[in-house]
């Protein structure tokens, strides 16, 4: 499928009172929806890559932000948000090889990729397999760490962050969780984050790493975040206030760590 394929797909939608365009594409046997905040300015493109159970409408608050430097796309994953039913299993792998082609489709050049949650997991897969993708990475609440490693104390953490997160941030995290991706895609999911060790491919990035985190996460704690920020070859480690959805509470904060990191040569 070509980018202007894409681009012909596209329908307008309007979140409050900035108007995106979005659509669904199908790569191979598996679908991903997209939706494209345009931009007034040349900056580079940022593409948005989601969470486990969660789809990319957290990242609207961020995407208004960002779209202040550069177009901005958000990605709902196979079987997530809007995108098709993934109708089987779908590995971290495969996640950021249906990314590549989407990237590739659409001839993003060098976007920056700003991966949260489990997608920071899907974004350094990818900046791995494929290189010259992207020279700028994005890793916001990053998971998961080794002490929390299990289906409980992974479970744990989730609901202290609940308990820190605003009401309207857990409405739409818990929405997208029990509807949108529904409980049996989560637990196929779910070995998968828990399973990878994003700190072995760390040290194989080419790409220059900025790795946030809200400084009331539970999730990702500084410890785990910074120690990755230090593995890459060419990383660095910020906080902002808030909990794991902290680009949803405090987007303006975040968008500028990231402007800066993408202006950084």
């Known amino acids: 499928m070509t980018g202007r394929a894409i681009e012909e797909g596209l329908r ?9 365009w979005s659509g669904r594409a199908r790569l191979g046997d598996l679908g991903v929806f997209a939706k494209r905040f345009p931009s007034t300015v040349s900056g580079p493109p940022f593409v948005l890559v989601h969470g486990i159970g969660v789809s990319s409408r957290y990242f609207h608050p961020l995407a208004v932000a960002l779209a202040e430097y550069g177009p901005v796309y958000l990605i709902d994953l196979p079987g997530y948000g809007a995108a098709p039913s993934a109708r089987r299993d779908v590995s971290l792998g495969e996640h950021a090889a249906v990314l590549a082609e989407l990237l590739d489709a659409l001839g993003l050049v060098d976007p920056v990729l700003v991966g949260h949650s ?14 010259d993708v992207t020279d700028r990475l994005v890793l916001i609440g990053p998971t998961m760490d080794p002490a929390a490693r299990t289906f409980l104390r992974a479970s744990l953490r989730l609901g202290h962050d609940l308990l820190r997160e605003p009401p309207l941030t857990n409405a739409i995290v818990v929405w997208d969780y029990i509807v949108r991706c529904g409980p049996v895609y989560y637990f196929r999911q779910l ?43 060419d990383g660095r480690f910020e906080e902002v206030e808030g909990a794991h959805v902290m680009m949803f509470t405090d987007p303006a904060r975040a968008a500028r760590l990231i402007e800066e990191h993408a202006a950084q040569r």
């Open 191 to 233: 070995p998968h984050l828990l399973d990878d060790r994003i700190e072995r491919r760390m040290p194989l990035l080419t790409a220059r790493t900025l790795v946030l985190r809200g400084d009331r996460d539970p999730i990702a704690p500084a410890v785990w975040s910074r120690r990755l920020a230090e593995l890459a070859p």
């Open 118 to 131: 489990m997608g920071t997991q899907i974004v350094t897969r990818l900046a791995v397999d494929r290189p």
């Open 12 to 20: 307008a939608r309007v979140w409050r009172g900035t108007t995106y």
